[in-house]
């Protein structure tokens, strides 16, 4: 009868192997959130900018339901940003964790950018995602002032205009309250088998 191969331990050189494999994955990935988030600022102000100014040659029907359909827009583009830099913010936490513990199989500090970066904790996402976040949103809300004049100009009936300046100031607070959340995000440890290895080596996951 053949013997049963039974399956070798890893060893702490395999373990360092397979986390370097992850960790050059993250930063790919990391590369990418970030070029997201960059993007995002050429894109909000030559394309919305665009449209609002040429908002006044439009017929009015037409115009009407721009300025009804921009603050959506608004809500989509901040949204989506706010996303960026919340799979950015779990990236860096989880690249904070794996140098972490390549540091502890190897011995030594190996790798220190992330774990021992100075401000890694000053701002959910890095430095980058906040100051791109607030300039969005700073954005968004000119923008929803601009399209609340707009609408003012273009109608003479008080009841129209409250009801979209209500509107406008309802989307600007889901707007802040959205980067409010943001702010105090917390990146969710894992809790699968990797923990114990993570314990076995004195690091708290």
Known sequence: MNDVIRPQPLTDRDRIDLLLEEY?????????????????IPFASSTLA????????????????????????????????LNHGRSKEDVLR???????????????????????HRSRTDAVGGRTAMGTNMVILTYCLLMLLGCDYLFREQTTMVDASAVYSGYVG????VLIAAVWRFRVYRYQKSTNHRNALFRSHGLPW
């Open 24 to 40: 050059r994955s993250l930063y790919s990935l990391l590369l990418f959130r970030l070029n997201a988030m960059e993007q995002r």
């Open 50 to 81: 665009t449209l609002l100014g040429g908002l006044p040659l439009l017929p009015i029907e037409v115009r009407t339901a721009a300025l009804v359909a921009i603050p959506f827009a608004l809500v989509w583009l901040l949204l989506t940003t």
């Open 94 to 116: 989880r690249v904070d964790e794996i140098e972490r513990l390549i540091n502890r199989l190897a011995g030594e500090d190996l790798l220190v950018f992330q774990s021992q």
């Open 170 to 173: 309802f989307v600007a607070t």
